[in-house]
């Protein structure tokens, strides 16, 4: 079982960054694959970026690729999101999960949820 917590999302203005984290308790926690996914209202969840139980694979959408950075530190048991060039299209609210299974983008892959962070990008 793992349980995971969502921190530092915010409001931004266009072309700056924040640093999401996402705290995990549960012993095994440094043998998930980690992924970062967002939802706006209206819209159905998408996939941001991903990473390797060790951190060695990472894996992004194309939307992100570039200015988003996802990192890891298993002796914190976190994973981070690092968020860059902001634009007023990243506004969402951002959820981490957790994945057993292969670096992948699906939801149906992810077993466990955290309760989402809310990014706001103003223009």
């Known amino acids: 079982q793992v349980q995971l917590v969502e921190s530092g999302g915010g409001l931004v203005q266009a072309g700056g960054s924040l640093r999401l984290s996402c705290a995990a308790s549960?012993?095994?926690?440094?043998?998930?694959?980690v992924g970062w996914f967002r939802q706006t209202p209206g819209k159905e969840r998408e996939f941001v970026a991903a990473i390797s139980w060790r951190g060695g694979r990472t894996y992004y959408a194309d939307s992100v690729k570039g200015r988003f950075t996802i990192s890891r530190d298993n002796a914190k048991n976190t994973v981070y999101l690092q968020m860059n060039s902001l634009k007023p299209e990243d506004t969402a609210v951002y959820y981490c999960a957790a994945d057993l299974n292969g670096l992948g983008s699906r939801i149906a892959e992810y077993d466990y949820w955290g309760q989402g962070t809310q990014v706001t990008v103003s223009s």
């Open positions: 549960g012993r095994t926690f440094s043998t998930y694959v």
